[in-house]
Nanobody, 124 residues
Framework: QLQLVESGGGLVQPGGSLRLSCAASGYTLNYYVIGWFRQAPGKEPEWVSC????????DYAVAVKGRFTISRDNAKNTVYLQMNSLKPEDTAVYYC?????????????????WGQGTQVTVSS
């Protein structure tokens, strides 16, 4: 019954920033670990980041560490991904995913819910 909707994607120049949002409906996000995956054309989904149910810890893929920040506002039932210093290789469809287990997973099929995705394009 949990539904996730991503937003905030778009076209940005290299070095620019975007903030993605993942809004939940149908159920609270309080009990879910939330992750972000991205998928470029012809590629498998790539794990980007994850945040605990309380927001107390976060983890990042090496490719984005130091540039991306994941956060959540459980009162708003929303998770965010702040993306700075964007590079062309960040271009992909970004998906928000949710899991009721206690741990992050780097495998897309480990998650129970996902949204429709939002396109991020980094280009001059």
């Amino acid at each position: 019954q949990l539904q996730l909707v991503e937003s905030g994607g778009g076209l940005v120049q290299p070095g620019g920033s975007l903030r993605l949002s993942c809004a939940a409906s149908g159920y609270t996000l309080n009990y879910y670990v939330i992750g972000w995956f991205r998928q470029a054309p012809g590629k498998e989904p790539e794990w980007v980041s994850c945040i605990s149910a309380s927001g107390g810890w976060q983890d990042y893929a090496v490719a984005v560490k130091g540039r991306f920040t994941i956060s959540r506002d459980n009162a708003k039932n929303t998770v965010y991904l702040q993306m700075n210093s964007l590079k062309p290789e960040d271009t992909a469809v970004y998906y928000c995913v949710a899991d009721d287990g206690p741990y992050c997973s780097g495998y897309f099929n480990a998650y129970d819910y996902w949204g429709q995705g939002t396109q991020v394009t980094v280009s001059s």
